[in-house]
C-alpha cells in the first residue's frame, strides 16, 4: 500500500482527485483529476515511485474528466 498511499498523499498537496487500486496482476492503475501541472507531477512521481518501489513501466492515457471528488485507495 505504500505506492498507493504515497499517491494519495501527493494528490492530496496537490488538489488532484482521482483513486489509485492494484490490478490483479500486481500492478498499479490509477485514475488523477485537476490540474494539468499537479497532474503531471503525479504522473512524475508514479515513474520513479517511493524510494523502495521498483516501477518499470508507466503508461499514460488520457480522458474526459468524471468530476471526481477526493482520492481513494483501495
Do not use: K
Amino acid at each position: 500500500m505504500f505506492f498507493r498511499d504515497s499517491l494519495r498523499r501527493l494528490a492530496e498537496r496537490n488538489g488532484v482527485s482521482g483513486w489509485a487500486r492494484n490490478t490483479a496482476d500486481g500492478t498499479v492503475e490509477a485514475v488523477f483529476e485537476g490540474d494539468p501541472d499537479a497532474v503531471d507531477r503525479l504522473v512524475s512521481f508514479a515513474r520513479t515511485g517511493p524510494s523502495d518501489a521498483q516501477v518499470e513501466a508507466v503508461d499514460v492515457s488520457e480522458e474526459e474528466p468524471e468530476g471526481l471528488g477526493g482520492f481513494s485507495v483501495s
